[in-house]
């Protein structure tokens, strides 16, 4: 799961962990919680540092029943004042993650002890009705449901169902954010 010490992601880790899955936690911020078998601390839009990491995760584990895609980055503010480093980060965490970590992780997903494995990339409402100065994030999110739309469908021969989440508002850390910024 990443973007799991926090947020949707961390709320993910906690039930799937009261489940009995085994979470493998992906997160720029450190997290302690004993939900986790295992923890990375990996920026997502690293794509040397997430490389890494998914080539660890595959040669301890070589099956993984499930991937989850939660982390994201927002910058709030007018599109004409974002930087094109902030533009390419945004994408980078918000759609490269998902595309990169869906490659590398296929071959231990194609493994997984079900009939089938998932990937489940949590996208925004933002992808199809958005507000004021989220430009690259309201975009980034689209971009994201239209991966996941291809990936369903190359995916499929593989024994890998693709999905996207569209979630409105939930309180979070970033929501929070983006309501003070705004």
């Keep these: ?43 997502v839009s690293d794509e ?31 599109f004409n004042e ?8 945004t994408y980078s965490v918000n759609v490269k993650s998902t595309w990169l970590l869906s490659k590398v992780l296929l071959p231990a997903l194609e493994a997984a002890d079900a009939d089938w494995s998932s990937i489940v ?16 994030y309201a975009s980034s999110k689209a971009a994201l449901v239209g991966l996941v739309r291809s990936l369903a469908i190359e995916l499929a021969g593989f024994s890998v169902r693709v999905n996207a989440l569209i979630p409105g508002a939930v309180n979070t850390p970033m929501l929070t954010d983006h309501l003070t910024a705004a």
């Excluded at 990339?121 to 690259?136: F, K, P």
């Design 121 to 136: 990339a949590v996208s925004s409402i933002h992808a199809v009705t958005t507000s004021n100065g989220l430009s690259a």
């Design 82 to 89: 974002l930087s094109s480093e902030e533009w390419d980060h």
């Design 1 to 43: 799961i990443t973007g799991a010490a926090s947020g949707i992601g961390l709320a993910t880790s906690v039930l799937l962990a009261s489940h009995g899955w085994d979470i493998i936690g992906i997160d720029k911020n450190n997290h302690t919680g004993e939900f986790f078998s295992e923890f990375y601390e990996c920026d």
């Design 48 to 78: 040397t540092k997430i490389q890494k990491v998914a080539n660890e995760i595959v040669s301890n584990r070589k099956k993984v029943n499930g991937l989850v895609l939660c982390a994201a980055a927002q910058y709030v503010r007018p």
